[in-house]
């Protein structure tokens, strides 16, 4: 069989000066600075280009990478730490945070890739060899598989040959049979109640590659990346049968292409292919998901009696949610996109769409509230009073209405939704995928905007964003909500749309409202300025991180709270 390629360092023909033995260098790591984690991991970063430049014994080199691999996690987790909340597209500052990040894990694959190259080269059958040799390339895919899954998490494309190196180590180890033997590793990344091996290692970053990672929400990336972990051992990586294959998930050996859905439509002749079956790994999903979130399967409607309520429990049923979508979804375009350009403007967010929806209206959800219930025969003038002055408090939260519009570039259009970009007028936005937006095509006139949700983002080499709409609908009602019976209940009023008819799917009346607040069940007081009514949410439609959309019943009355009756 011939070697895997590897982009490796160029290795300086003298002897590396000093001389760094193991011991050594783990008091040097020691005596890093403490307290500030950049200038710690830039002396780091360093010390291991000179490593890796250096000539040493493979068994050296393993020891004193060995040593490096703590220090280098637990700076990993610092730096990161700044990127889990940031705008995107990335700042200048958070940019070389993420570079650094990428710096650190690609010459600690460096290493452990030198180590792989001189042992496949020496082709040594002694055990300890043997060992070193499993152990090199799990962790060489290991941390080149870290730096995708970083790339995913701030909406950036992998660095270039990453995926190719990746799939030439995986074959190599198939080709050997040592895939699926057990690995000793001190220093995991993820504690996990598995057994580490090769297979695990690729196959984790192949099925987060198909499960759409730029359409999943910010973060989510790296808790998928360790949930299928459990999966691995059922995701088959197949010889080819045929030499096209059509609606089955496949891989090219012999590039630096991502694991992907291929089409009926396309034509794919892959030079070293593969068929990646991962239907035994939805269905463990399914039965996950199941009782997790207690779905009913017959009728796709989650039991109301059994929803999960905790915060926590309700994010990871979203989450599963996305990801059964992901991967039990027609992955073939339904809708003919045609290429066309328009500029438009964009509002980001829910409480922006609400103010462009209303055409720019005061939000004063109380005092509406209370000309609508108040009687001018019933009123008690001190109590009157007080509530007026609580509720003019409560509205003046609501005074501010800095909600800037960005301008964006259309390059496709459909019935379902749109694709755009945006330059450098876009880089103080905080897009997110999941975010709900309104929009306006500067060629057409009234003020009738479009409301979508961000389905993908992609950023750029220039950080610009490439961005994916899908549509919701033509209009929305802006209305004011707060829950007076279930999950919610108390909060004070918030902005929300009324979406009477629905464009990408096929509910026909739905309430847009912030993400977490309310869930299955809870009673909601609809205030539309002029008029007061009540609702009950019925159906979860749609769940990100920044909105839920929700199917809903309209009650006759106010609903009662028997909780609070005696």
Known sequence: ??????????????????????????LWLNGLPVGNVQKSSQIVLQQLKILNQSRYPYSERSQLLDALRPTIRQLLLSLKQPLHRANLPLSDENNLVAQLIQDLLSEIAHGYKLITSDLMEKNSRKENDQLLLRESIYLSIQY???????????????????????HQ??????????????????????????????????????????????????????????L????TSVCEIQELEKKH?????????????????????????PVDGRVIDISEVKARLTNHTTKI??????SDDLINDDTPRSLKERQQRDMLLRLMDAWHSKLTRGTHREDRG???????????????????????????????????????????????REALHKDRIHENNAYPISPWQQHNISHTGLALSCGESCNNMNIKVGEVVSYLFESKTGLRWKIGIIRWVHINE????????????????????????????????????????????????????????????????????????YIKLRKLIISTGNIAMFEFETLENAPVDLSQEI
Not at 377 to 382: D, H, L, S
Request: charged share 20%.
């Open 228 to 231: 299928v972990s459990a999966w």
């Open 1 to 26: 069989m011939t070697l895997p390629v590897l982009n490796l360092p160029l290795l300086s023909s003298k002897r590396p000066k000093p001389y760094i033995k193991p011991k050594k260098f783990r």
């Open 293 to 298: 979130l207690r779905l009913n399967v017959d």
């Open 245 to 269: 294959i059509s609606n089955q998930y496949g891989v090219d050996f012999a590039t630096d292409m991502s694991p992907r859905y291929i089409p009926d439509n396309l034509e794919w002749e």
């Open 169 to 226: 180590l995986y074959r190599y180890a198939e080709y050997e049979h040592i895939q699926n033997e057990a690995i000793d590793d001190p220093y995991p990344d993820y504690v996990l109640p598995v057994q580490y091996t090769i297979d695990l290692v690729y196959k984790r970053i192949v099925l987060l590659s198909l499960s759409a990672p730029y359409h999943l929400m910010q973060n989510e990336a790296e808790d998928i990346y360790y």
């Open 342 to 388: 328009a500029k438009l403007r964009m509002a980001l967010g829910l409480n922006a769409c609400h103010f462009y929806c209303s055409n720019k209206a005061t939000f004063t959800p109380e005092m509406d509230e209370l000309r609508l219930i108040s009687s001018t025969e019933n009123k008690q003038a001190t109590v009157f009073a007080n509530i007026y």
């Open 462 to 533: 220039e950080n610009n964003i490439d961005m994916g709409i899908m549509n919701l609908s033509h209009s929305a009602v802006p209305i004011a909500i707060k829950a007076v019976k279930g999950l919610g209940k108390g909060t004070d009023y918030f902005r929300s749309l009324l979406v009477p008819k629905q464009v990408s799917i096929r509910q026909l009346r739905s309430i847009i409202v912030p993400s977490m607040l309310y869930d299955i069940g809870t009673a909601l007081s609809v205030n539309m300025k002029t008029k007061l009514f």
């Open 144 to 166: 080149l598989a870290r730096s995708i899954v970083e790339s995913y998490l701030i909406y950036t494309a992998p660095q270039y040959d990453i995926w190719r190196e990746l």
